[in-house]
């Protein structure tokens, strides 16, 4: 479970800053995408975009094992 | 391929963002649609592996009681400490509980004892009347074996005449050893003269001289019959005399012997 944490805290760290902030706001703190959007003054468009792109490259960063 | 829009739809599915009706929809062809399907199931376990990007936090020691409140919030924690006061009441309680058996069983023990020694005080009646009853026996066997023995201690003498003008007289001597008394029935006995007396003497055989048992008076028809006494102890009896004695009788015999018997 350790190794498995530390690889998901080092995917996390190859993905964009934009993309991490996203996903830590649509994940861990529980906000919809319109609420980040509008927390983040960013359009809605971007926003989906950047948690859709920040999952497919952490699903292959985890898939290759780094 | 899937197309973008789709892949965001479902990750949106995924966060719990879409309506009832579009999340329906979503379903359905995630039933029907094995690739999108796929889709669903990788992003699901990427979102599910995020959860371990966070720091192990140690619980808060205080959880439990937290937790606790939580559940049971009208109910405040005591904490369990020492306090005599409120220990004072149950000690004292125990103590008169184990007093009240200990009273309790010296009570029972005491009526134990008590039955035992009502049996013994009623076997003890018992034997006393037996014993009473055998010093009845006793004492009627001892009166029986006393008279017995007055018996024993009674000496008779007849006595015998001395003198040939005497040979008609008829005299006899019950003698008490014991008491020292006796009673002397003579019969057809002659006026002893004037100025002279019948004097009874009675022999003892560990004295010297005879020792006197008093003068006896002759009725007109020669019968006597007296009750008579030594002065003196007379431990071993020898015989009995009447002798003729000046009137008024002697310490010592002076007259003539005429009746003698032992």
């Known amino acids: ?66 | 391929m899937i197309d973008e829009p789709t892949q965001e739809l479902v990750i949106q599915y995924l966060l719990g963002e879409l309506g009832p009706a579009e999340a329906l929809d979503l379903r359905a062809r995630l039933d029907m649609e094995r690739e999108i399907r796929k889709f669903a199931d990788e992003i699901q376990e990427t979102l599910g592996s995020l959860a371990l990007s966070s720091e192990a936090l140690e619980p808060p020691t205080d959880l439990p009681e937290l937790i606790l409140r939580q559940e049971r919030p009208e109910r405040k924690i005591v904490e369990h400490r020492f306090r005599p006061i409120l220990i004072f009441p149950w000690a004292l309680a125990a103590c008169l509980a184990i007093a009240c058996l200990l009273l309790s069983f010296e009570r029972t023990e005491r009526q134990k004892r008590i039955a035992q020694l009502k049996a013994d005080l009623v076997q003890t009646n018992r034997q006393l009347e037996v014993a009473s009853q055998k010093n009845d026996d006793a004492e009627k066997a001892l009166v029986a074996l006393e008279r017995k023995t007055h018996l024993s201690d009674m000496k008779i003498a007849m006595l015998k005449a001395q003198v040939a003008s005497y040979e008609q007289a008829v005299a006899f001597v019950v003698w008490d050893r014991t008491n020292c008394t006796g009673i002397i029935q003579l019969d057809r006995l002659p006026p002893p003269g004037a100025g002279k007396d019948y004097q009874l003497w009675v022999i003892d055989s560990r004295s010297a001289q005879p020792i006197s048992a008093g003068i006896l008076a002759v009725q007109n028809d020669g019968l006597i019959h007296a009750n008579f006494r030594t002065d003196e102890m007379i431990k071993s009896v020898g015989g009995f005399a009447i002798s003729v004695e000046k009137s008024g009788g002697s310490n010592v015999p002076q007259g003539q012997i005429v009746l003698m018997g032992n």
């Open chain 1, 1 to 66: 479970l350790r190794e498995r944490s530390a690889l998901v805290r080092a995917a996390l760290q190859k993905i964009s800053g934009e993309q991490r902030k996203a996903l830590e706001l649509a994940f861990f703190d529980g906000f919809t995408h319109e609420q980040i959007a509008e927390n983040l003054a960013t359009p809605l468009g971007t926003i989906k975009a950047r948690i859709r792109r920040g999952l497919l490259r952490l699903r292959d960063l985890m898939q290759e094992g780094l």
